[in-house]
């Protein structure tokens, strides 16, 4: 099969707005500067849309030395460089890894938009995935998340209010591949770059947040449960999009198509 990229997306900051992209280097961490920076509270613990709908309307950009972080929710934008020190220890999901402390600027700046004590944390140190033997930041499991715009699709054809696709917050989308396609794939190739698809995405009520408004919604998680809960490793999740691990490295651009392998045998 062949897919073409539709569209790229980074998260600079872990569960804040996206970036989009026209072509992405691709690293053994996924997409560059994907979850780079990630917010914690005092005693580590990252921070979430779950519990922080209003990370939503974060809009960073990241250029690999300064950060800027826009919101209708400040006055004036945060823009700071990143810095080095310490590594702090800090945790994904109660998974320990590591960041460096951005400074008292940035977390009071944080906290004062989003009227919580919170500090923003860099990325260091070497975090692994839980199968197939690749690395990744503060992304939830795995570097490289992938959709299929078919698949979405279908699914809008399931709710009332038409969903856009940045609401399930993937790095790649893909077209071409059919409604769901992307279930049986197992290699992405393309001139400069591979990806291997190791597993379903389980998703959470992160998609019933509207990433313009930070509002949420029963949709779209009450709609694909009723039609993609899976039990994958002994748990049933709601599954929609896979994740993968980076293979061979190189660019990625909007616009470039992609064998899409579904057996490695076929390499």
């Known amino acids: ?128 995935t839980m199968l197939g033997g690749g690395t990744l930041t503060y992304a939830d499991g795995y570097p490289v998340s992938v959709l299929s715009a078919e698949s979405l699709d279908d699914l809008n054809r399931r709710v009332e209010a038409r969903l856009p696709m940045v609401r399930f917050r993937p790095n790649i989308v893909l077209r071409g591949l059919g409604p769901y396609g992307e279930d049986a794939v197992t290699l992405l190739r393309g001139d400069h770059a591979e990806i291997e698809l190791i597993r379903p995405c389980g998703r959470c009520v992160i998609i019933n947040t509207d990433q313009d408004t930070a509002r949420r919604a029963p949709e779209p998680l009450r709609a694909l449960a009723r039609y993609r809960t899976e039990r994958f490793a002994g748990r049933r999740e709601i599954m929609f999009g896979r994740l993968g691990i980076p293979r061979t490295l190189g660019t990625l651009r909007v616009g470039e198509r992609l064998s899409a392998l579904t057996s490695l045998g076929d390499c």
């Open 1 to 128: 099969m062949i897919a073409v990229i539709a569209e790229l997306n980074v998260f600079p900051i872990k569960s804040a707005g996206a970036v989009p992209l026209t072509e992405a280097e691709l690293t053994p961490n996924g997409l560059r500067h994907d979850r780079a920076f990630m917010l914690v509270r005092p005693e580590g613990r990252h921070l979430s849309q779950r519990e922080v709908p209003e990370l939503a309307l974060l809009r960073p950009h990241y250029d690999g030395v300064k950060l800027t972080v826009r919101t209708p929710l400040a006055p004036s934008p945060l823009v700071c460089e990143a810095v080095d020190g310490p590594a702090l220890d800090v945790t994904v999901h109660k998974r320990p890894c590591q960041g460096i402390d951005q400074g008292d600027e940035a977390a009071e700046w944080f906290s004062t938009t989003l009227g919580l004590s919170c500090r923003l944390v860099r990325f260091t140190g070497t975090r692994p």
